[in-house]
């Protein structure tokens, strides 16, 4: 089983500053298969990211991902006011699938 | 547009059964492979069972394995999970989620483009 490892675990930050959260593999992740998720209070996740780099549709171009192998990263680039929430990036492609413990982003 | 509508959560005791269901519609269900992932409270996510879009292949988390069922009605574009043995490790919001396979011609991709609202379960005697 793959464990992923999601680093901070808070971040704080205020709106219009630049966010970087870490998604770490125990092992290699084939083909890049990383796919993040921002989920806010009270609401089911919504999909930001898959492939480690290619943005889901509808989702703006302030949200990036990139990566490979071991270590990943979702870069938010001028946070706004509704990006404050929680991201959890998941690995696909061997079973079992597996979510990192999430980051979340709050309102310095 | 996708829509994936989850029901019957509830508090159950310990040992027994409760079965969820997952309506869709704003797609065509039979093309998509579909998958159960839950979320105990204040928790992170953990994936629970996939079956793919002609329900011929199903897999399990090991946590649920031999307990839960997971099947699917495409003439009633409705998901199904059956839980048996229930313990309060399983006291979870339960979450339908669509997999983007009908989109990419594949029976599985492994990751969720559309999520259902959740239902809460709770075991508790």
């Known amino acids: 089983e793959i464990v992923l490892t999601q680093s901070p675990g808070t971040l704080s930050l205020s709106p219009g500053e630049r966010a970087t959260l870490s998604c770490r593999a125990s092992q290699s992740v084939s083909s890049n298969y990383l796919a993040w998720y921002q989920q806010k209070p009270g609401q089911a996740p919504r999909l930001l990211i898959y492939?480690?780099?290619s943005r889901a549709t509808g989702i703006p171009d302030r949200f990036s991902g990139s990566g490979s192998g071991t270590d990943f990263t979702l870069t938010i680039t001028r946070l706004e006011p509704e990006d404050f929430a929680v991201y959890h990036c998941q690995h696909y492609g061997t079973s079992p699938l597996t979510f990192g413990g999430g980051t979340k982003v709050e309102i310095k | 547009q996708v829509q994936l509508v989850e029901s019957g959560g509830g508090v159950v005791q310990p040992g027994r059964s409760l079965r969820l269901s997952c309506v869709a519609s704003g797609f065509t269900f039979r093309s998509y492979a579909i998958h159960w992932v839950r979320q105990a409270p204040g928790k992170g996510l953990e994936w629970v069972a996939v079956i793919w879009p002609e329900g011929s292949n199903k897999y399990y988390a090991d946590s649920v394995k031999g307990r839960f069922t997971i099947s699917r009605d495409n003439s009633k574009n409705t998901l199904y999970l059956q839980m048996n043995s229930l313990r309060a490790e399983d006291s979870a919001v339960y979450y339908c989620?669509?997999?983007?396979?009908?989109?990419?011609?594949?029976?599985?991709?492994?990751?969720?483009?559309?999520w259902g609202q959740g239902t809460l379960v709770t075991v508790s005697s």
């Open positions: 989620a669509r997999d983007p396979s009908g989109s990419t011609g594949t029976t599985e991709e492994g990751y969720f483009d559309f």
């Open positions: 492939g480690a780099s």
